[in-house]
């Protein structure tokens, strides 16, 4: 499969790329700092690099010509110093509407339990969670539902969304994973980036979770 991968120099996307290439897929990164990649990434015949933004509109057009899927590791800034104007879910507007020009559907991301889900049942320890990523990163946390809310607005049609919820990110490279929601029994604080990257390509082939945000975390 062709991949657009995007968020792809932060530690969870070097892990959908470096997965990527050992499940024989091809991938484009678009992104804005390249430099940051590891020097096998670059060099590796499979894999194509286009520098741009997330507001760059022909830029991503080039970097989705004859894409078969986006899967995006990009996330927030969630410290005090994220812009207000939400540019991730501005970015993922562009992004969406560039996908329907290249009859590109399927789409996974990463996304965190602020962006809650009608599955969702109570719990003290994500209200505790989400409350203090509402309060010290707020312009990250109204970034991460207005995302939310983005995806979910696309028509059905068009877009096949899968966002991959996710609790605290550690580097364990144990690749198991759960899918659940919240409040359900099985859910864990932590999950390994390694897991997260092995969830969303599992997902690209098996489409368990279409239109579907499930809280992904550690078994």
Not at 76 to 98: D, E, F, Q, R
Not at 102 to 130: C, Q
Not at 165 to 178: C, H, K, M, W, Y
Request: charge should be positive; include cysteine.
């Amino acid at each position: 499969m062709h991949i657009l991968v995007l968020g792809g120099t932060g530690p969870c996307g070097i892990q959908l790329i470096q997965q990527s290439l050992e499940l024989n897929h091809t991938v484009v990164v678009y992104a804005r700092s390249p430099q940051k990649l590891p020097a096998d990434i670059s060099a590796n015949p499979s894999v194509t690099i286009v520098q741009g933004e997330l507001t760059d509109a022909e830029k991503l057009s080039s970097a989705m010509q004859g894409v078969q899927a986006v899967v995006s590791a990009l996330g927030p800034v969630v410290t005090s110093v994220h812009p207000s104007n939400t540019p991730l879910a501005n970015g993922y507007a562009l992004v969406i509407k560039t996908m329907k020009q290249h009859d590109v559907k399927r789409l996974i991301l990463l996304g965190a339990p602020s962006i809650r889900d009608e599955h969702d049942r109570f719990s003290l320890t994500v209200t505790g969670m989400i409350a203090v990523v509402a309060t010290l990163a707020r312009n990250g946390y109204k970034d991460l539902v207005a995302v939310g809310k983005t995806i979910r607005a696309a028509d059905p049609k068009d877009l096949v969304w899968t966002i991959a919820r996710v609790p605290f990110l550690t580097d364990n490279e144990d690749r198991s994973a759960i899918a659940g929601y919240v409040g359900d029994g099985k859910f864990r604080i932590r999950l390994g980036r390694a897991a997260f990257a092995a969830f969303v390509l599992g997902e690209l082939e098996k489409n368990e979770w279409c239109h579907k945000a499930p809280l992904i975390s550690s078994p």
